[in-house]
């Protein structure tokens, strides 16, 4: 899919809103750039309908979405290593190219008749394949395959619930629900609690993806919420297309967290190396699970809700923050998206065992110094005195401060003194 340097040129704008509208409910779509027909990812499937095949089509250009995100400046500073996502959706395939040896499966999770959950899980942890620019958001993550709906995609509270406390209790760090349903239940409120109390950030479509009879805005139900997503601690995402706009038709909710990139977007089979095209929300909840896993590779001291609360703080500007998975990882993490730091112990420096030995040794020394100078003072200064006819001072009576005085020469006696010649 081509793109320009972040901008799509008018030919390629075209090309995806044809490729979105054609997902709704064509067989195929095509890729901006040159023109590749890509298959309609699928949400669910009939009884008879056969499971899906994996593509033989590649999508070599660089996806909008990618662009949108960011992703080429994101990955020289985190990767998602040491981080595990559940995927709960329709499973997800061991034996995808770009996700082998990185998928662990709960049950039979492991293979993936629908296809939609190894789509998922692609634009989450994807590698780059040979010829292809298409990658996933935290390539080192790892994911955990659980499923949230029987094999054929159909989806029930029940499930979604089972699978969120499976992922939970395989030690996800992460989870991302592909589910958005009418009704909340206790079951789903009773997972979702036991994620926040394990410290797992749970990652939710805000809506249903849109539906196939939607022609317009007029189309479009409702605003209402969708559970888990609408639930006390779930990150609910919404999907935009390459204008950041949603798409036409859509489901809509007025308690979306964050947006992300939804509509006519690229991603794996769960065979073969080619792409299929898919939109909805479930995909925009795939790219936030990324970048969740991202910051929590980079982050790992933050807590589940500071990790939710960075990628908002850190998102977009708009009437649902778009997600940016470059100002979260590279954000300066103050108030509370900081972990709590330790307090801080008071400094103490090292006792110097030596100091009492020496100030002992030194008094001595101190002492025979001090007579030294008085003796070498009386030296020199007696002496002198004795030259210059020094006398002691005396104190006149009376006076209030003492004064240095000469003595006088003594009287003369009336009658003394040298006798009168006669």
Not at 67 to 96: C, E, I, K, Y
Request: glycine content about 10%.
């Amino acid at each position: 899919m081509t793109t320009a340097h972040g901008k799509v040129s008018a030919a390629a704008l075209a090309l995806l809103l044809t490729a979105s509208a054609s997902a709704l409910g064509a067989g195929s779509a095509a890729a901006a750039g040159n023109t590749v027909q890509l298959p309609v990812l699928s949400t669910r499937l009939d009884a008879d309908a056969a499971c899906a095949a994996g593509s033989s089509v590649r999508a070599t250009d660089l996806p909008w979405e990618q662009v949108s995100l960011q992703l080429t400046r994101t990955w020289p500073f985190a990767s998602g290593a040491g981080v595990t996502v559940g995927v709960v959706d329709t499973g997800v395939s061991s034996s995808a190219p770009t996700l082998k040896g990185r998928v662990t499966a709960v049950g039979d999770a492991g293979t993936d008749c629908v296809g939609h959950g190894t789509f998922v899980a692609g634009l989450i942890g994807a590698a780059v394949a040979d010829g292809v620019r298409f990658a996933g958001v935290a390539q080192q993550a790892r994911i955990l395959a659980v499923r949230g709906s029987d094999a054929r995609g159909a989806v029930t509270a029940e499930r979604v619930a089972d699978g969120i406390r499976a992922a939970v209790d395989g030690g996800a760090k992460v989870v991302t629900v592909s589910a958005a349903l009418a009704a909340n239940t206790p079951a789903l409120r009773s997972a979702v609690a036991l994620a926040a109390k394990k410290d797992v950030l749970v990652i939710a479509a805000a809506v249903p993806d849109a539906p196939t009879t939607a022609t317009s805005a007029t189309d479009s139900p409702p605003a209402r919420d969708y559970y888990p997503a609408a639930d006390d601690g779930v990150l609910s995402v919404l999907d935009v297309d390459v204008d950041g706009k949603r798409p036409t038709g859509a489901y809509t909710t007025d308690s979306a967290a964050i947006a992300a990139p939804g509509d006519g977007v690229v991603g794996i089979g769960p065979a073969k190396n080619g792409h299929y095209i898919g939109s909805g929300a479930s995909l925009a909840a795939g790219f936030v699970a990324g970048a969740a896993a991202l910051v929590r590779s980079v982050h790992p001291d933050l807590t589940a809700a500071q990790t939710a609360s960075l990628l908002r703080s850190s998102a977009y500007p708009a009437d649902v923050p778009r997600l940016d998975p470059y100002a979260a990882v590279t954000s300066v993490l103050t108030g509370a998206s900081a972990p709590a730091a330790a307090p801080a112990s008071p400094v103490r420096l090292p006792a110097d065992k030596a100091a009492g030995p020496l100030r002992r040794a030194l008094w001595p020394a101190s002492a025979g110094l001090a007579v030294i100078i008085a003796v070498v003072w009386l030296g020199l200064i007696l002496p002198r005195g004795r030259r210059l006819g020094w006398k002691p001072s005396v104190r006149t009576e009376g006076a209030e401060n003492t004064v240095a005085v000469e003595p006088a020469e003594p009287a003369v006696p009336a009658g003394a003194g040298t006798p009168l010649e006669g």
